[in-house]
């Protein structure tokens, strides 16, 4: 009688202790995954350049624009959306691509520094 009370709380130790390691195995890997599609969808504003210069994303997309360097910056869209943000040397600013298209990005500050973004 001992011996079995003892073995039936032995398996529902294992099983608790299993249950927790799949729990932990889901979270890593949807956290694996949210990490993924964060670097995708980004777009780093630095001195003097965007990085990366071309972003293909799917309608929809919410990219993060990262400002990065130490001058001031701006994030000017035109074509398939337009949006302009503020002159500032950090910060973020999210867009979602709503259009499907090509949309070029340019910093008003420094002409030379430009980016696409090709909306699918
Ligand atoms: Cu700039």
Known sequence: MHLEVHHTMTIRIRLA?????????????????????????????????????????????????????KHPHDVHATGASTFKTKVQTSGTFKYTFKKKGTVKLVCDVHPGMKATVKVE
């Open 17 to 69: 202790s299993l249950t927790a390691f799949v729990t932990a195995g889901c979270l890593l890997s949807s956290l694996a995954l949210s990490g993924l599609a964060a670097a995708g969808s980004s777009v780093s504003v630095k001195d003097d350049t965007f990085a990366p210069t071309t972003l293909t994303v799917k309608k929809g997309t919410r990219v993060s624009f990262v400002w990065k360097g």
